[in-house]
């Protein structure tokens, strides 16, 4: 029986549950030290990694002793109901739609199936494994009929949607363009969910993704929220993030392969969906996410996941067999529970008291309460003319001049869709029409690429509109539209001489060999380059900064690019590490060290003195990356600028403040989660937009 002792672990976190490549450093991860598999060196979860890096970044998370004293009395009311009524226990259905995010290659065939974007038949075999799970269907695997034998029917089960967010008839399986093949957690979170998710009162959004190459994950799910209830006030999980994450190639189950799929050999009957549910319906792993250590036979046989019927565990286990971890608790560890790490093979059991668990998660927390009234499993509607446009892609040039937008749309009406004119506009002026030519059947989706547009730097909202299909009127003006914020950034304008000079200074982390850059010219010709260094004997002393001088040409544009060999940035994992790009005056324009694989920072030479409050690089920010205040220093000829915007990566605003005294260019960021933010300061017309670090 699990002992009732609280693990600090915040009640909604972001579950990465992940395997990653063996290397060289086989403990060390994105997320900190983890436990691999040691048959084949993958890491299947970081719950508590990435819930202290969570935490890290937002102090004010709830914690796992909050949620559970919430949950608890839930539960025991729930017992007591289901033991004195008399009616019979309701099942919960629970509509799905599966995202298919792709970088535009055909949907996966029985001929050609190698791709990211799944076929509707791969997608449809999950939700068949899901209800053979839950419902502990008979002759089938989810029956349980090994180990303990204490699987019970859940009775919450799962349907693809009949409806997409506007009522318009759907299989559940969209399909969505986002222009990359390979994707990380930040990205997922921070891109995939917001411009893709369908609202998560009414859907369990279920993504389907390549995560990146270097960091393959299995998946990973946001857990329950309870902050709108009465008597507490713990941050959960946001909605813009909630739901499950799934490697592609672990979706889905070969039992009802058509061909037109592939699966990881040990991960291929869906039980990553099933597991990474039982999370987003509040379970936890049966050994309770203790510090338990097969390698080192130190069992923790303290840790709960606070369900009675799940005898203790002291670690986590990867194969099947018999195991008795802690012996003087009873019973033997049940490898075959769903919210173990055991392949999929030797997973077939949900027990009574995660049952319990799951169904007071249905009846209470936000998100999930409602998911059992949601009405988009009824058919929707379709009509004859219907184009819709789903999201847009934004690429900027190198050096911040320009952008070209791009705009997945798709047939949603009975009529073959030959023509679409779509009118445009930056900023809600000056509107331009484009039109599309081509072929596109029902339910098929394409991309509208329209022409390069030159812009000016700062935050834009690009917003399109489809103004008639075939030559005649949208029959459904419901998904006509759609928008996007984005951010240009400034260039920039460097002091230049005869011959400019821009100094880096590159502190480097603990595992200086990961680390290498190049500095390119607008044509793509590496000019200096350099790395990989030696590594520093601890995170304590690090390694002696580097700095190089580059003399560069006026009138180029200039792109520096960092790289992490490991995928971690240079100031995540064994010491603070940190670059900076400075002209002849000493003027950071460029600096960072808080990225994954690579990052980079694009810049112009030009004559300072001819520079415009917009592109002017004597106008800084310090201390940058900040841990509270920041402050906007600039040329005292400028005066004070009108305002300034505080935006997020994806450009949404998030402070903004009226600048009328000396005192409001200091900026107190206490407020702000860790993380990159841009600030938009306006002076006049013109808008300089700069890009700093929280720490």
């Known amino acids: 029986m699990k002992k009732n002792t609280p693990v600090s672990i915040p009640k909604t976190l972001i579950l990465f549950c992940l395997f990653i490549a063996h290397s060289g450093y086989t403990q060390k991860s994105l997320l ?146 986002l222009g990359k093949a390979e994707w990380s957690e930040e990205e997922i979170d921070a891109i995939v969910k917001p411009e893709t998710q369908w609202d998560p009162t009414k859907y369990l959004n279920i993504w389907s993704v390549q995560f990146s190459s270097s960091t393959r994950l299995l998946g990973y799910a946001q857990f329950p929220s309870n902050s709108n209830l009465t008597g507490l006030n713990p941050i959960g999980g946001e909605s813009l993030t909630d739901g499950v994450v799934i490697n592609c190639n672990a979706l889905g189950t070969n039992a009802v392969n058509d061909g037109s799929f592939q699966l990881y050999s040990n991960y291929s009957m869906g039980r990553t969906s099933t597991h990474e549910i039982g999370h987003f319906l509040g379970l936890r792993h049966i050994w309770g996410d203790g510090n338990g250590d097969e390698a080192t036979n130190s069992p923790d046989c303290t840790a709960s996941d606070y ?51 799951m ?57 073959n869709l030959q023509t679409a004119t779509l009118t445009y506009t930056i900023d809600n002026l000056n509107p331009k029409t484009f039109d599309w030519n081509g072929s596109l059947p029902q339910n098929a989706s394409g991309i509208m690429s329209l022409p390069a547009i030159i812009s000016t730097s700062g935050i834009h909202q690009f917003s399109a509109t489809i103004t008639s ?136 030479i030009g004559t300072l003195a001819n520079a415009a409050f917009e592109t002017s690089n004597a106008i800084y920010l310090y201390p940058n990356p900040t841990k509270g205040k920041l402050t906007i220093k600039l040329p005292t000829q400028f005066g004070l600028p009108n305002k300034y915007a505080i935006c997020t990566s994806l450009g949404q605003i998030i402070a903004e403040k009226i600048i009328s005294k000396e005192e409001d260019l200091s900026i107190n960021t206490s407020s702000l989660s860790n993380g990159i933010y841009f600030i938009v300061i306006t002076k006049g017309g013109e808008k300089k937009t700069m890009q700093f670090i929280k720490e």
């Open 32 to 177: 900190g030290n983890q436990k691999a598999n040691h048959k084949d060196q993958f890491i299947r979860c970081s719950t508590i990694e990435n819930e202290k890096r969570l935490q890290a970044k937002n102090p004010k998370r709830s914690t796992s002793t909050e949620f559970e004293n919430w949950l608890a009395p839930i539960i025991a009311t729930q017992r007591e109901k289901n033991l004195t009524s008399k009616t019979a226990i309701a099942t919960y259905t629970i509509p799905v739609v599966i995202h298919v995010i792709h970088d535009g290659d055909a949907i996966n065939t029985i001929s050609s199936h190698t791709s990211e974007n799944i076929s509707d038949a791969q997608a449809i075999s999950q939700i068949t494994v899901l209800n053979q799970d839950f419902r502990k269907m008979s002759g089938t695997p989810g029956f349980g009929t090994t180990g303990y034998n204490r699987g019970v029917d859940c009775q919450i089960q799962f349907v693809l949607a009949k409806q997409d967010p506007y009522g318009v008839l759907t299989n559940g399986i969209d399909h969505v363009n």
């Open 307 to 357: 369900c009675s019927d799940t005898p203790q565990a002291g670690w986590e286990h990867y194969e099947c067999g018999v195991f008795d971890t802690c012996p003087l608790d009873s019973g033997n560890d049940m490898t075959e529970n769903y919210m173990d790490y055991t392949n999929d093979g030797c997973m077939n059991t949900f027990t009574a008291e995660q049952k319990l668990r």
């Open 359 to 415: 169904r007071a998660v249905m009846i209470n927390s936000p998100r999930r309460k409602e998911l059992a009234s949601s009405t988009v499993s009824t058919p929707g509607f379709t009509k004859t003319l219907d184009g819709a446009l789903k999201n847009i892609l934004i690429t900027v040039s190198g050096c911040g001049t320009s952008f070209t937008p791009s705009i997945n749309f798709e047939n949603k009406g009975t009529t």
């Open 469 to 604: 299909i075939n030559s005649s009127a949208d029959l459904n003006s419901l998904n006509n539209n759609t928008s996007k914020s984005f951010i240009m950034p400034s260039l920039s304008q460097l002091s230049g001489d005869t011959t400019p000079k821009v100094t880096l200074t590159l502190q480097c982390d603990r595992d200086g060999s990961e680390t290498t850059w190049t500095l390119k010219n607008s044509s793509g010709a590496t000019l200096y380059s350099g790395g990989p260094y030696t590594d520093a004997v601890s995170s304590a002393q690090l390694n002696d900064p580097i700095t190089q001088t580059f003399d560069l040409s006026n009138g180029d544009c200039y792109t520096f690019t960092i790289y992490d060999a490991f995928g971690d940035g240079i100031n995540t994992n064994g010491g603070k590490g940190s670059y900076s790009l400075k002209d002849e005056n000493n003027l950071i324009f460029a600096s960072g060290g808080a990225f994954l694989f690579d990052e980079s920072k694009s810049f112009s």
